[in-house]
């Protein structure tokens, strides 16, 4: 039987874990967006698709017990990121397991942290891997988890192609961030042994990486002009493909999946890869448009700081998607719960979660707010809660930069770790209390 102080333990993490899948079950059934569909569908037939890895599709297939139910895949990964949360918080100095569980609870309450777990996505990993690399660098876990922790790492690695960049970018952070928590002896060595485990997450995400990058990059570049303005220097005296499209779509979106996009024109994404290629390289020699580039970047990576709205995308999709048949199809069990969700009926969309959206930013500002007065009046980030929270703030404006500045902006990219700057908050304001009362647990 487990012991007196066990039973307590438990009660607290199921609480947590059940407050992550709390939108998912007010929802009465996991939140799916487009990506959902594609994911399904590359799980379910072991095709790699063009534009993402297979490992979030796998995931789904593995953790629904082959089609059973995706409840099990929900409460998969809310369960991870409870594990991941509850490390990051008692390394960071919150020790009792109470306190964390509350922690986690009132985020999933005041922030959008719940639309993030509780959606069939890869994006529930990308605090997953934020978490799991702070913890392996500069964390001290004991073998056993030491071990769990890689395997959550290389998962959550693997599950999406923005994760490659963001992780390669973080690991520098977090060395620098170990050192000043007084962990930072072993950090070069602790980093090191994430570089195979990088190159083994490669492979299932290796394809999707090389069929898409200039793609996505390329719609980028219509999005904010670029591609416009080299196409108006190099149409005239070069026989591009991309040239003879009647117009250039002026957002990414369009450029990806609209009906009349000039990608289009080619027969496959990979037989547009010499041509966009070719443009990329081109406008990155030109100083014009270098300069072009900078901007978009600067612009494009602040305006996606400020967005990040929850369920951005999470519209009803009726019978007939393919969303609706996949989910009939492979998970028939779950296709009369799926038609009866709240998101079916249209409920996540515009107006409704408008107050939830103005809660979230009003929690982001005040937590901005604090974060600022802290840095220009301690300036001294040397406690673990402060290291956690400037990785956390890192992650935050890397992945908004990223996203924005090599695809486009979106409400979702932010989102899914928007929540992290009320925690760096809150980790700091801890740091704070520790320094002028006594330690307490």
Same mark, same amino acid.
């Given at each position: ?70 409840? *099990?895949?929900?409460?998969? #990964? ?14 960071? $100095? ?24 509780? #959606? ?19 964390? @001290?876990?004991?073998? $056993? #988890? ?16 923005? =994760? ?43 394809? %999707?990486?090389? +069929?898409? +990058? ?8 219509? @999005? ?9 220097? =190099? ?6 493909? *991309?040239? $003879? ?7 990414? &979106? ?13 027969? %496959?994404?990979?037989?547009? /890869?010499? /041509?966009?290629?070719? *443009? ?5 020699? &030109? ?29 009803? !999709? ?15 069990? &779950? ?7 709240? #998101?079916?009926?249209?409920?996540? *969309? ?25 840095? !220009? ?5 040397? %406690? ?16 908004? !930069? ?27 304001? +801890?740091?704070?209390?520790? &320094? ?6």
């Amino acid at each position: 039987m487990p012991s007196t102080a066990t039973l307590p333990n438990l009660l607290w993490g199921a609480l947590a874990i059940t407050g992550l899948m709390g939108a998912a079950v007010w929802n009465g059934y996991p939140l799916v967006y487009s990506d959902t569909s594609s994911y399904l569908g590359s799980g379910f037939t072991l095709d790699t698709l063009v534009d993402r890895p297979i490992t979030y599709g796998l995931f789904l297939r593995i953790t629904s017990l082959n089609g059973l139910t995706l409840w *099990i895949s929900t409460l998969a #990964q809310c369960a991870l990121l409870w594990w991941c949360l509850s490390l990051t918080l008692a390394w960071a $100095g919150i020790t009792r397991l109470r306190n964390r569980a509350i922690i986690v609870l009132a985020l999933c309450t005041l922030t959008g942290l719940p639309f993030v777990s509780g #959606q069939l996505m890869a994006d529930a990993f990308t605090p997953m891997l934020i978490l799991s690399l702070l913890l392996l660098i500069a964390g @001290e876990p004991p073998r $056993g #988890q030491r071990w769990l922790l890689h395997g959550v790492f290389v998962l959550a690695f693997a599950m999406h192609m923005s =994760h490659v960049p963001l992780a390669l970018l973080l690991i520098p952070v977090a060395i620098r961030i170990s050192r000043a928590a007084g962990t930072g002896s072993h950090a070069w060595r602790r980093a090191g042994l994430l570089v195979p485990l990088m190159a083994v997450a490669l492979i299932p995400m290796g394809s %999707s990486l090389a +069929k898409s +990058k200039h793609v996505f990059f390329m719609a980028h570049m219509a @999005e904010e002009g670029i591609l416009q303005r080299y196409l108006e220097k =190099h149409c005239p005296g070069e026989d591009l493909v *991309i040239c $003879g499209a009647p117009s250039m779509p002026s957002s990414a &979106d369009a450029f990806l999946w609209g009906a009349d996009s000039p990608l289009n024109r080619f027969p %496959s994404w990979s037989a547009a /890869e010499p /041509e966009f290629k070719s *443009i990329i390289k081109g406008s990155l020699r &030109d100083p014009e448009l270098l300069l072009l580039h900078g901007k978009a970047w600067l612009s494009a990576g602040s305006r996606q700081l400020l967005r990040f709205a929850p369920a951005d995308g999470m519209g009803p !999709f009726a019978t007939g998607t393919l969303l609706q048949q996949r989910i009939e199809a492979y998970i028939p069990g &779950d296709a009369v719960a799926f038609a009866h969700s709240r #998101q079916a009926a249209g409920l996540l *969309i515009p107006p409704h979660l408008d107050s939830l959206s103005r809660v979230q930013a009003g929690i982001m500002a005040i937590s901005a707010v604090l974060l600022l007065a802290y840095a !220009f009046v301690r300036r001294t980030w040397r %406690s673990k809660g402060c290291s956690a929270a400037l990785v956390l703030i890192s992650a935050y404006g890397l992945n908004a !930069f990223l996203n924005a500045g090599l695809v486009m902006v979106a409400d979702r990219f932010a989102a899914k770790l928007a929540w992290t700057i009320p925690l760096a908050a809150l980790l700091v304001a +801890k740091s704070l209390l520790r &320094d002028r009362v006594s330690p307490s647990s």
